[in-house]
């Protein structure tokens, strides 16, 4: 049951135009290998998530949250899917150029791609084709064996420094 947490620290960039951050995440996002449908999540019980292509009710949602935050910036947290079930090849983003974070993670994909590292590699240089401005970038990946989590972080390679991104099958024997 392997997971990918995929780490960015992207150059920081405060948005004070929401609809032109909405615009610039909706164009990273299409980017993504396997995913053309996506989520805006919820910032309170009761609310459902919103498709980000109905672009009026995600900025309006995306600037309730910033008032919500420590850090009033735009920033957004987006699922693959309408519900955040952790089935295989759900993908979860959350994204804050104000603070210059990414996080992605993405859900057993070795249970939904043929080639997991390909689809892997490809979101990561999908962010690094968008955010010109990335100072690191880092593939965590998880399996639980025999009940315990365990992670092979240290062999998987980091942007720029290291070495290139090998994928799990090369990291879990290391």
């Not at 909405?22 to 999540?41: A, I, M």
């Not at 090849?89 to 210059?100: F, H």
Request: charged share 15%; aromatic share 10%.
């Amino acid at each position: 049951m392997i997971s990918v947490v995929l780490r960015f620290q992207i150059a920081k960039h405060h948005h004070t135009d929401y609809q032109v951050a909405y615009l610039q995440l909706v164009e990273l996002l299409q980017r993504f290998p396997g995913s053309d449908t996506w989520y805006c999540e919820v910032n309170a019980p009761g609310q459902v998530p919103l498709r980000l292509d109905d672009a009026a009710a995600v900025v309006h949602r995306l600037r309730v949250r910033a008032e919500l935050a420590t850090v009033r910036t735009f920033s957004a947290s987006l699922l693959n899917r309408p519900t955040g079930q952790r089935l295989p090849g759900l993908m979860s983003v959350n994204y804050s150029p104000g603070v210059g974070s990414m996080t992605v993670v993405v859900h057993r994909p070795a249970d939904v791609q043929p080639n997991p590292t390909r689809w892997i590699a490809g979101i990561m240089l999908a962010v690094l084709e968008s955010e010109l401005g990335t100072r690191y970038a880092f593939a965590d990946v998880y399996d639980r064996l025999n009940g315990r989590f365990q992670n092979y972080h240290d062999a998987c390679a980091s942007y720029p420094g290291g070495t290139a991104w090998g994928g799990w099958r090369t990291c879990a024997g290391q």
